[in-house]
């Protein structure tokens, strides 16, 4: 029975979210003609519709945000993975803050409006298999955040957990970032829950899922700090604040 209702509330849902994607892309592409920054206005809106969109499903988004984050302000964002709805969901809540993305370059094809924004949208697609590629990309990128004072979000898991649990963390992205934009403070951010949406890999979605996201306190930058020490930090605030919420 509960397999049927998913399917019951799948249905809208992925039309939902398809004709969303379709109809932001002409918009995008007309908005990106103005400049970069009306695009991104267009992509966050885009985003935004998309936190709706999953209300079809009876997904449940509990979110807490610390108050020294202020709109309109660059951050490095270090965040752990558990979904390709994710994405959506952080630039759907920093809306103002315009998050980029480090990104596989095979996500830049055929994907209506996700494509266009990964290609022209200030991200960074990297190649996997070409690490001076995605070293580079990944310095410009963090150097042109600082520059515009813009968010970008890292997954130093480097992939997605499929179950939950975290998983290892690959510093080298993230310590690029903190190099090309050493003005930027890290914002440590936990999701949880979001994997089970894709628990059946891409469809039915389970209905009535609870997704958790926190995003903590903006840590501070100095020219004198470890790098690789305050990374641990956030990996460890991570993985208390999962742990919190699931002994909860």
Known sequence: MKRIIDWVFTVPFLIAFGLTLAIFEP??????????RPM????????????GVFRICGTRLQVERSPAIKPRTGYLIVS???SLFDIPIVGGLLFSNYPK????KELGRW????????THGGNALIDRGDPEQAKQAIHELGKAAQRRNVAVVIYPEGTRSRDGRLKRFKYGGA????EAAPDLEVVPATVDG????????????????????????PIPRRPDEDRRALLAVVKNEIEATLEEWRAS
Not at 27 to 36: D, E, K, P
Not at 175 to 178: A, H, P, S, T, Y
Not at 198 to 217: N, Q
């Open 27 to 36: 918009i995008a592409r007309l908005a990106r003609l103005f400049g970069l």
């Open 80 to 82: 752990n993975h558990q």
């Open 194 to 217: 979001s994997w089970e949406l894709l628990r059946y890999k891409a469809y039915p979605i389970p209905f009535g899922t609870s997704v958790r996201i926190r995003f903590g306190d």
């Open 175 to 178: 310590l690029e970032l903190m």
């Open 101 to 104: 993305y480090v990104s596989k």
């Open 111 to 118: 994907l209506p409006s996700i494509s266009f924004n990964l």
């Open 40 to 51: 991104e206005i267009t992509m966050g809106v885009m985003q935004w519709v998309l936190l």
